[in-house]
Nanobody
Framework: QVQLVESGGGLVRAGDSLKLSCATS????????MAWFRQAPGKEREIIAS????????SYQDSLNGRITIYRDNAKSTLYLQMNNLLPEDTAVYYC?????????????WGQGTLVTVSL
């Protein structure tokens, strides 16, 4: 079975940094298109960063560019999200997702999410 398990969330203060991890199993990680999503209370889930295996490129939500970095360790089948200078607006459940092809509609596998709470 395919499993994606996020970890690294928690309660932090504004300005803190945090690194999220997404461990995968049951699938060939190196060929996957990977992404981080988040969903804040009362809002729709949004994509914030992606990493494609085909082009080896990464992309970021414009408003977050410069504060977050997505990267992957293919040997460990793990995806990471480094977040710096966290703001209260970053409070959300963060999800990792995987797909076999590029595209927002191609993420077929999802983790359970990890909660990040940023306080003043």
């Amino acid at each position: 079975q395919v499993q994606l398990v996020e970890s690294g969330g928690g309660l932090v203060r504004a300005g803190d940094s945090l690194k999220l991890s997404c461990a995968t199993s049951g699938i060939t990680f190196g060929s996957l298109e990977m992404a981080w999503f988040r969903q804040a209370p009362g809002k729709e889930r949004e994509i914030i960063a992606s990493s494609t295996s085909i082009t080896s490129s990464t992309s970021y939500q414009d408003s977050l560019n410069g504060r977050i970095t997505i990267y992957r360790d293919n040997a460990k089948s793990t995806l990471y999200l480094q977040m710096n200078n966290l703001l209260p607006e970053d409070t959300a459940v963060y999800y990792c997702a995987a797909g076999h092809r590029p595209g927002l509609d191609q993420y077929a596998y999802w983790g359970q999410g990890t909660l990040v709470t940023v306080s003043l």
